[in-house]
């Protein structure tokens, strides 16, 4: 305690026992000193208290000062981390329009040295490092109030792009109460390159680039646009030939490697201007602009055969396909991208038809023929629900006894409004559609239940198409047939032609075993008038060869028929195959036959296609079967 309050205290006490007395009590003196130091004992130790509860407090006081610091160092590191591992490039202007918080992806972002915006710059400051780095034309008072506006003004957004594509950057600001804003800067540069690439791949072709029928309706949206103010231009619809067998035996790989070799042949061929897409397969289509005249569709079709038709080498193969064009001008044709397409692909089919490798341009009546083609598909359905179809025999003869050997099942439609339908009209549309699977199932069991009524050496013969034969279920249907009619399947003879042997070979060659092992025999229809018929004849064992009706028609005429009738009669010997002429019709056409060693005989001269109830009544009554007269 400070002594000189105790001096003071001291001296008061006295100047009191002084006054009463006149003489101090030198007793009454120190007791008055004794209560004086312990007066001020006490005050100290009042003090002391009174300063220790003020230490104590100022003490928790720092102790939670610097747990306020401690917490405020770790939310500024945190947000410092937050802020530097944001994808945005943050910006933070206070009142005075001075940069007051700025991560490092700010720079990165705005695509600017590291470290040249910094904490302090004016916005002008800042507006100037960007107009160095070209976000800017220029760096003009006018146009850097403009933007200073923009940024500062509540809520506004909007994008700007770097010059020459380099940089896509959203800008969003947010203005402060206190004033100033906080600006985030986004790259959207990778985000609208896959924006972009999602875009292509919904309008353009996977495989190879082209436009997909989306794109194509919109190419022709725009084309007939122009077209109703005069300008016209052409659909080239197009469709590769051979393709499929390319894919059947050399594989899909192969297959897409020569459609992306078609497909530059294709771009090379054709004019910035024009529009070429892959609708799907082979098939392929050439929005052909500004056309002057028809002959400009004529010239590009032209070239495009040329140029597709050309061989390729794929994988160390050459490989060689070509294309048929169909062609629709618009507007004459159409006025829409859908009749456009439709009325091109109706050429093209018509194209097909006609040998392939060559163009045709649509033409009214294709319309009809197509309606019409389409009524006989619906007819055709009805016809199989309601056995509209019947089967009728043509006798197969033995030249040297002309006896009845067999017959040939032979399927006729007789439509209740049309009459009788020709197969050469509704079975390549059975093919076409699939309905020859249930129809050649009806036509084997019909088949086989007749022929079992029939004497035990008489067989009955079936003809097969390629397309069933590109289904795992014949061989079922055939085993079928010949279990409900009780049939032995020695009886039954498949007839197929060369075009089956066209597919996958070493599948087909497994079929045809397989009806083999069912005691099944099989005869080669047409032999002669396809491709490669004696590499067939080595790769499989066939139990007869059928002589095509063209050239036993020839036989009487000056040429060459007779000469191959005469090869192919001793080819089928040496080979242990029997050999059957189809269409004869005279006696001399039969004489020169037996001369020529032919086995078995089939013709108008023999009998014509009859109802299973005749063909039964003539085995009845069977013997030699004489020339008609």
Known sequence: MNAAPVHRLFAAQLAKVGAASGEPDLDRLGQLVSDSYAAAERERRRAN???????????????????????????NGRFEAALENMSLGIAMYDAEERLVVANTRLCEVLCVPPGSLRVGMT??????VCTEAHHFSETRASEV??????????????????????????VTTRALDGGGCILTFEDMTERRRAEAQVEHMARHDALTGLANRTLLRGRLEEALARASRGESFAVLYLDLDRFKAVNDTL?????????????????????EVDTAARLGGDEFAVVQASLHQPQDATVLARRLIEELS?????????????????????????????????????????????????WRFFEREMDAQMQARRRLELDLRRALAEQEFQLLFQPLVHVGSRRIIGFEALVRWHHPERGLISPAEFIPLAEETGLIMPLGEWVLHTACREAASWPEQVSVAVNVSAVQFRSPLLVDAVAAALRASGLPGSRLEIEVTESIMLQDNVATLAILHRLHGLGVRISMDDFGTGYSSLSYLRSFPFDKIKIDQSFVRDLDKQGDARAIVSAISGLGRSLGMSTTAEGVETQEQFEQLRADGCLEAQGYLFGRPMPARDASALLRHQRAVQPAG
């Open 49 to 75: 208290r009174a300063l220790g509860l003020m230490a104590e407090e100022l003490e928790n006081a720092n102790e939670r000062l610097r747990e306020v610091v401690a917490t405020l160092q770790v939310q």
């Open 310 to 358: 050309r061989p390729y080498e794929i994988q160390g193969q050459q490989l060689v396909v070509g294309t048929s064009i169909g062609i629709a001008l618009a507007p004459e044709d159409g006025a829409s991208a859908d009749v456009l397409l439709k009325h091109a692909d109706l050429a093209l089919y018509r194209a097909k038809s006609e040998g392939r490798g060559t």
């Open 145 to 170: 109030y403009e933007f200073r506006r923009r940024v500062f003004a509540a809520g506004s957004a909007f994008q700007f792009e770097e010059p020459r594509g380099r940089n896509i950057v959203a």
């Open 251 to 271: 594989g899909h790989p192969v297959g897409d490697e020569l459609l992306r070799a078609v497909t530059a042949r294709l771009r090379a061929s054709i004019r």
């Open 123 to 128: 916005f002008s400051e800042v507006v100037a």
